[in-house]
């Protein structure tokens, strides 16, 4: 089998309601964007992936991919790593590429990734990830309606300029919930984007200082309190503080998370596949957190493609104890995160995700969506 072709379309979903990511502080999103791809081969068998896009940034990448993939050998996986991580140290991010090698895999095999890497349930139990930073009431009563939905755990943003308005937060939500849900806290402090508002920066200080205000909340980890290179600053957390550290999702390749878990940073090991080397790399990521006794939770928050292959990676993964879900209405909702799938992911009542069987990914294209809402490049 050789691949023949790379298709690809840059997207722009209009959202039902501006959405405010914390991550972004004074950037109300209006569109989900998206580049996504299609790798043909000569015996018709395609694979499909997508990485996020901002704006027009990622028009060059099709014709930097092309040359590079033309009549390869869509099974060798490792080469293609070692084709991404050059692309990387020229400046083009296309570990997400790599999730349609393995989706032309499973196709071929007829069986979903999840069963190539090493099989499970087929079922994740998630947590609802909040988007935005809220009020503390407010949040409250996000909270309930997710317990309704059959949430048993949620992800807060504690991303405000000062401490006591972070614990109100979390206060009102372990008010409200009580512990029939376990809480996440996410600080955004990994990769900071400069330009649009005003953002917190948290020393490691600020961090110990939080860490201590919310010791008794009992929360399931605290996410992202430093910036993803403070290797010193983030073992130095970890040793101070009884709530589990958790990060990685910007991190990349396999020698900073090597580091990471070496220099005792983290509790929950955190990378995407779409972001920090593909399928394969996040795999043997994982055998590195299970080797120190770790837990191993992707960020998951890019598109539905992107949700969808790391639920296939966490599925394979025995100590994966949560698949995130992105949730926020009214702005990101499961139609306009899946937008260019023809069936969104969803939880089940009892709280789980149940892993696409379908071979490879599991999922498919829309392609009246895909081309409604973007351009072919």
């Not at 991190?251 to 929950?268: A, P, S, Y």
């Not at 890019?302 to 790391?310: I, Q, R, V």
């Not at 949730?327 to 139609?335: A, L, M, N, V």
Request: proline content about 6%; charged content about 25%.
């Amino acid at each position: 089998m050789k691949i023949t072709a790379v298709d690809a379309w840059l997207t722009h979903h209009d959202l039902k309601a501006p959405f405010r990511p914390s991550w972004i502080p004074g950037f109300p999103q209006t569109k989900n964007s998206a580049l996504m791809v299609r790798v043909r081969t000569d015996e018709g068998i395609d694979g499909i992936a997508a990485g996020v896009a901002f704006a027009d940034e990622a028009k060059g990448l099709p014709a930097l991919l092309r040359p590079f993939l033309w009549g390869r050998d869509p099974f060798k996986v490792e080469d293609f790593v070692r084709i991404a991580r050059s692309g990387y140290f020229l400046g083009y991010k296309m570990w997400f590429v790599e999730v349609a090698l393995w989706d032309i895999i499973g196709k071929v095999a007829g069986l979903p990734i999840y069963k190539l890497l090493g099989g499970g349930d087929g079922k994740l139990p998630a947590y609802a990830s909040c988007g935005e930073v809220k009020e503390p009431e407010s949040r409250a009563q996000d909270a309930l309606k997710l317990r309704e939905m059959g949430f048993k755990a949620l992800k807060l943003r504690i991303h405000s300029m000062d401490l006591k308005t972070d614990v109100a937060q979390v206060e009102a939500v372990r008010k409200a919930v009580g512990d029939s849900m376990e809480i996440m806290v996410d600080a955004n402090q990994g990769w900071p984007i400069h330009g649009f508002g005003a953002y917190p920066r948290w020393t490691l200080k600020r961090a110990m200082q939080t860490c201590y205000a919310l010791e008794d909340y009992n929360l399931r980890w605290l996410e992202e309190p430093l910036y993803k290179h403070d290797y010193e600053g983030y073992a130095r957390l970890r040793d101070s503080t009884s709530i589990p550290i958790a990060g990685g999702e910007f991190n990349t390749d396999l020698n900073e998370f090597r580091d990471m878990i070496n220099m005792g940073c983290l509790d929950i090991v955190q990378p995407d596949v779409t972001l920090s080397g593909g399928i394969l790399t996040a795999k043997k990521i994982a055998a590195l957190a299970e080797s120190q006794n770790l837990e191993f939770s992707p960020h998951t928050w890019t598109n539905g493609l992107g949700l969808a292959a790391n639920i296939q990676l966490m599925a394979s993964c025995p100590i994966c104890p949560y698949c995130e879900f992105p949730y926020e209405e009214p702005g990101w909702t499961p139609e306009d995160r899946d937008f260019m799938l023809t069936e969104p992911i969803r939880i089940d009542k009892d709280g789980f995700v149940n892993v696409p069987s379908g071979p490879g990914l599991g999922v498919e294209l829309d392609m009246k969506a895909v081309e409604k809402t973007g351009v072919q490049l």
